[in-house]
């Protein structure tokens, strides 16, 4: 997955000298900023999850119209000040969604927010930390309003914010907001498979084939090696270590996901990561060339997420011949240290994520908006 920027800005920071505390529990999306005096009551994240965006009135069996959204969920609380009305702080946040290029998909005022005969809480995302038991906003407010918006990147990635303004018993003000950047889960983390790259696999591909496939676990949309690939990077280090002479070209390798000149860097990236933990463990740089395809080799079909995952990987080609000539090829053919997980039902759309500023978007992990994450 890889993150695309919009060159926008969420202009939402209506002053330039608004305080926030110190001791907040979170900070306001990358995208998005804070309506000025607002202070952060509670918040949460999770790499990914699903969470239900309302796109109609709540009525007795739920929402007459809502959407079930995977991915990157977010989720802020605010204190708003209680001298700005709910109208205000969501015509603002509307202003500024649509300046950034969201559509909005639905608003509501009051009480046509629900039907009279309807429960008085709706449950979001059940992760969120609300004062309300299960995780349930409530939806029964003197004077509130809400909105949902919708940003689609042309990669097909979407960013779907929902924001909640109410005064709680004619009291405190309360702005909740929710934000979902679609994007396909990690697979493949829970391996199926005991074998593990050693060093005599290695070398019994290299010799057979002269090249053989890592698809090591990077973190999402990033060249950064995950501790899971350790064991992996080892083998191929004591490998070099037992053979001197071997040189090696790591093959960087993307799936379709995303632009072209976007995955010839990442797959160049990531071979460079590769590189530079073998150095790490004191290999000589020399012996080692690096090059990134991107997505102009795939070994496996880019339509569903098992073809994309194989594609995702780092080649190591023997650029020396007959350096190992000394092993025998018994145990060519390799098994992947981890194994994807057959899916269960469609593949999911590779998605991506969104971001405002083009140096705002790694700042919250892979969560980000107008641009978007995806996979690769």
Known sequence: MRTFTLQISLLLLLTTGSAFALDEPGQDLPFLGRYPGSIIDSYKTAH?????????????????????????????????????????????????????????????????????????????????????TGGAEIFSFENGRMLSAEYRATDGVRTIVFINDNTLFGHS??????????????????????????????????????????????????????????????????????????????????????????????????????????????IVGQRIEVTGFGATRPVAGNNTDEGRAQNRRVEVVDLSPGAIAGLPPANADIAPTTTHAPAMNSAPTPYKAVSITATQHQSLGDLQPPSMLLSN
Not at 74 to 85: F, G, Q
Not at 251 to 257: A, F, K, P, R, S
């Open 48 to 132: 990914y999850d699903e969470a239900t965006i309302p796109l109609g009135i709540l009525g007795r069996k739920g929402f007459a119209n809502s959407e079930t959204v995977e991915g990157q969920v977010t989720y802020i609380r605010y204190k708003v000040p209680e001298d700005r009305s709910p109208l205000e702080f969501i015509r603002n946040y509307r202003q500024a969604l649509q300046r950034a290029g969201f559509h909005i998909l639905w608003q509501c005022a009051d009480h046509g927010c629900r039907n009279p005969d309807a429960d008085v809480a709706a449950t979001l995302w059940r992760g969120a930390p609300t004062r309300y």
């Open 173 to 282: 003000q309360d702005a909740s907001v929710y934000a979902v950047q679609t994007k396909p889960m990690h697979s493949g983390l829970v391996s199926s498979d005991v074998g593990q790259l050693t060093s005599e696999s290695m070398a019994g591909a290299l010799i057979q084939r002269g090249h053989f496939a890592m698809h090591l676990p990077f973190d999402f949309n990033q060249a950064t090696l995950r501790p899971d690939a350790q064991s992996t990077l080892t083998a191929l280090s004591q490998l070099m270590e037992q053979h001197p002479s071997l040189r090696v070209r790591l093959e960087g390798h993307t799936d379709q996901v995303g632009s072209a000149a976007y995955n010839q860097m990442l797959s160049l990236n990531r071979a460079l990561a590769v590189k530079s933990a073998l150095v790490a463990r004191g």
